[in-house]
């Protein structure tokens, strides 16, 4: 085992030589990507990023401080209506409209946190249930957020139009880059926070939050800055969202977006920044690609539709997508409960020993 004998060898970004080479690598193929896939592929590999920075925002919440949230939809909501409203309403730029987003998202994410100084477990999660299914119905019945019909994202200007400096991004191609810088950044952040003194306390309090409390550790200011800080990551992908998809009403934002927030960290493994990003990856190829059109699977795909006709209606197949991925939340649990982090943790350590 390799001892850590300085604390800067606890906060270092890059561990060793290998790391360095391998995220050279793995950015590489990003940046090129677009130069070999379909415009599909693009996009669908920009809603990846997107739900990679809400998965990474959500694990520092409930993997890292051991707090629950089912109402993550909400906040995702908040970054995509306020992104678009303070565009065309306030006619600000982009960047400026997206970062407020997020610090609105992240005011109702303190807000929500004040509860979790008193509530704990289920009664926890019924609360933030609340506050998403809340957050949805609201916005549907608000004439200003276009109800239920929903908005329309305005054109993707990342200029500043009000200096007559206009830079719109009209292929997918540029969304995606766009996209790609914002996960690299997001992720950078996630990564230092879990370093600081915050990622500590929130990690301490994931513990035990009684001998947290003991040693010194504000509870009221640590808990609602963990809702907060995941809040913010939430909106940032929820602005990001709302132009990647181009039009999104109200049920988009609902309470199984949430469930599948959870289930993306916890297939990834639960305080992981590496397992955000793989169980956010994996989750949303299989909703938006594999298990979209499970009909066309191999095999499979005729068995199932033929169940369908026999036992369901042919409209019922939709249904197979989310019992898919409950399956595979299912397995995951039952084979290896650290998520797919700590099978990347096995494979790692048996390399290490092998042939012993």
Request: no cysteine; glycine share 10%; net charge neutral.
């Amino acid at each position: 085992m390799d001892m850590k004998r300085a604390y800067y060898e606890d906060i270092e970004l890059f561990k060793s030589g290998t790391i360095v080479f391998w995220t050279i690598v793995f950015l590489a193929v990003l940046v090129t990507f677009p130069l070999y896939m379909s415009n599909y592929y693009l996009y669908l590999f920009s809603l990846m990023m997107v739900y990679v920075i809400v998965s990474v925002g959500l694990n520092i919440l409930v993997g890292s401080t051991g707090q629950i949230s089912l109402g993550h939809a909400g906040f995702f909501a908040i970054g995509a209506y306020g992104t678009v409203m303070l565009m065309t309403s306030l006619n600000l730029p982009f960047f400026v409209a997206i970062i407020a987003a997020a610090f609105i998202a992240a005011f109702f994410g303190f807000v929500l946190g004040l509860p979790a100084l008193r509530l704990e477990g289920p009664y926890l999660t019924i609360a933030t249930l609340a506050f998403g299914l809340a957050i949805m119905h609201i916005i549907g019945h608000t004439e200003i957020f276009g109800g239920r019909q929903g908005l329309v994202a305005p054109a993707f200007d990342i200029g500043v139009p009000q200096l007559g400096w206009s830079y719109i991004l009209g292929s997918m191609i540029s969304k995606y880059y766009l996209v790609l810088i914002f996960t690299i950044v997001m992720v950078l952040i996630a990564i230092n926070i879990l370093k600081t003194k915050a990622g500590r306390a929130f990690v301490a309090i994931r513990d035990s939050d009684i001998a947290a409390e003991v040693i010194g550790i504000n509870l009221t200011m640590y808990k609602t800055l963990a809702f907060a800080t995941s809040a913010f990551f939430a909106g940032i992908g929820g602005g990001l969202f709302a132009f990647v998809l181009g039009f999104f009403d109200p049920f988009t934002f609902n309470l199984i977006l949430s469930v599948i927030f959870i289930v993306m960290i916890v297939v990834g493994g639960l305080g992981s920044v590496m397992g955000s990003i793989s169980g956010a990856i994996l989750i949303t190829y299989l909703m938006y690609d594999l298990f979209k059109n499970i009909g066309e699977v191999p095999i499979v795909g005729a068995l199932l539709v033929a169940f369908s006709k026999q036992f369901m209606t042919i409209t019922g197949m939709d249904n197979f997508n989310y019992i898919a991925v409950g399956l595979v939340m299912i397995g995951i649990m039952l084979f290896e409960p650290l998520g797919l982090f700590g099978g990347w943790i096995r494979i790692k350590k048996y390399w290490k020993t092998w042939p012993f």
